[in-house]
């Protein structure tokens, strides 16, 4: 994990799909008032950089939700052969609207 050379290579490269998380903040139906979405962990090996990943859904309507997506980007750096160190870098939330106008647009919150 963060090598530019060999971090393909390392086994949580890639991206995961949550299928089951405790975390209260991180579950999402079409009933909430968060709305649907669909939750991932796109782990980069070489540059050894972890983004939590949430893709909000279309309202029932057919609208976009305000909020499409947010991503958190995490530094891992390897402490041991089992072990990583997290940094949390920023946050990145994707948005649909601006006041009135519709545009998508994203906020960088640095963390």
Do not use: C, H, M
């Not at 029932?60 to 909020?67: H, I, N, T």
Request: charge should be positive; avoid cysteine.
């Amino acid at each position: 994990l963060g090598d530019p050379e060999k971090g393909d290579e390392a086994p949580l490269n890639g991206p995961w799909k949550a299928l089951f998380t405790t975390a209260a903040d991180a579950n999402f139906s079409k009933n909430s008032t968060r709305g649907a979405a669909k939750v991932q962990n796109v782990v980069d090996g070489k540059k050894g950089r972890i983004t939590n990943v949430i893709d909000f859904e279309t309202k029932e309507d057919g609208s976009e939700p305000v909020l499409k997506q947010l991503n958190v980007v995490i530094q891992a750096i390897p402490v041991s052969a089992r072990r990583v160190e997290l940094q949390f870098r920023y946050a990145k939330a994707v948005l649909t609207k601006f006041l009135f106008w519709k545009v998508r647009w994203s906020l960088y919150i640095p963390v």
